[in-house]
């Protein structure tokens, strides 16, 4: 689970100098969907740069609510950390129980077993 969760973390270290761990934007996105009462949010205007060739794709977040522009999205400002962990990791000990390679596995394990204990009978 650590490789994971920490897959890009030398890349945000060594390239955007971020020395906090690699965020999880994936798994909050999903975390803000099925546990919304993990975080709060605030509605705010919302844009994706198109023009600016120095800042093209970057989203721009009208967090001072200066726009005269109408409020689009729903964004996250805070999270319940210890919440998201709990629920992060009983998403990732289900995936683990229901893993059709751990029941494979299991299934060899049982087969070794059951073929020593029959050598050792005859043997």
Not at 25 to 53: K, N, W, Y
Not at 54 to 60: D, V
């Amino acid at each position: 689970v650590e490789l994971l969760l920490t897959y890009f973390e030398t890349t945000y270290r060594e390239v955007f100098k971020f020395h906090a761990g690699a965020p999880l934007h994936d798994p909050c996105a999903v975390a803000a969907v099925i546990a919304p009462g993990l975080f709060q949010f605030e509605q705010m205007r919302v844009d994706i740069e198109t023009v600016s060739p120095l800042a093209a794709g970057q989203t721009i977040c009208d967090i001072w609510h200066t726009s005269k522009l109408p409020e689009n999205c729903r964004v996250a400002r805070q999270m319940d950390v210890d919440g998201f962990w709990d629920l992060m990791l009983a998403a990732v000990d289900a995936a683990d129980a229901a893993a059709p390679m751990n029941k494979a596995a299991e299934a060899v394990a049982a087969t070794l077993v059951a073929a020593a204990a029959e050598e050792t009978l005859q043997g």
